[in-house]
């Protein structure tokens, strides 16, 4: 699982005046909490979440003080134009034995169906699963070069950690290939003329 160590600033008590200042400084309000702990305000520095990993489950090491606290990055709020981060919400793993995680789906290779004209649709992007925080798998890799034209790949299909326990519906949908147009249509054509005869 990826780590990624980033130092917090505290912050005391502060106004909205105080807080859009920090802005300007480059930093962001930060609220920390987590099971049987106290919840703790702090900044971060812009950018260092700037930096954070995208596209894959990763730990942050929270640096407060003498402290390093154990995090997951649990939400990022912008403003009003959805480019600038006004707040960041951590949660402090160092109680919880168990957690449920959206894990990316990797998907490699190129599906059989593909290479004979068909067009590959995904449906599922991630999938939820519950697992100690401490050992979130980065992603699910998902080889998908054996899937051939009208295949269908279910969650109960994929690799899943031993570690990890399934939060899906076993028989949701990850991808499918789906065949040509003119394939289908040719097949109805002939199951027309066989109607008829």
């Known amino acids: 699982m990826k780590r990624v160590s980033i130092e917090l600033l505290e912050r005391e008590a502060s106004t909205k005046g105080d807080k859009k200042s920090k802005r300007k400084e480059g930093l962001v309000p930060v609220e920390i909490y987590g099971k049987g702990v106290q919840n703790i305000h702090a900044y971060m ?3 260092d ?11 942050i090491e929270a640096k407060l003080g003498n402290e390093v ?5 649990k939400d990022i709020q912008y403003g009003w134009l959805g480019d600038n981060p ?5 949660y402090n793993i160092s ?11 990797e998907f490699v290779g190129t599906p059989k ?5 068909g067009t590959l649709e995904i449906h599922l992007h991630s999938i939820e699963l519950k697992v100690d925080p401490r050992n979130i798998p980065e992603k699910i890799t998902v080889d998908i070069s054996n899937v051939d034209l009208g295949g269908v790949l279910h969650v109960k299909d ?4 031993a570690n990890c326990r399934l939060m899906e519906d076993p028989e949701e949908v990850v991808l499918v290939v789906a065949e040509p147009e003119e394939t289908k249509e040719g ?3 002939q199951a027309q003329e066989a109607a008829t005869k």
């Open 158 to 161: 994929l690799n899943i950690p």
């Open 69 to 73: 606290l154990p995090c997951l990055l």
């Open 187 to 189: 097949e109805e054509e």
């Open 86 to 90: 006004v707040h960041v919400d951590l």
């Open 113 to 117: 169906g593909v290479e004979l004209g």
């Open 45 to 47: 520095r812009i950018k």
């Open 95 to 105: 109680n919880v034995t168990e957690t449920d995680v959206e894990v990316p789906l």
């Open 49 to 59: 979440l700037a930096a954070m990993p995208h596209g894959t489950t990763f730990l």
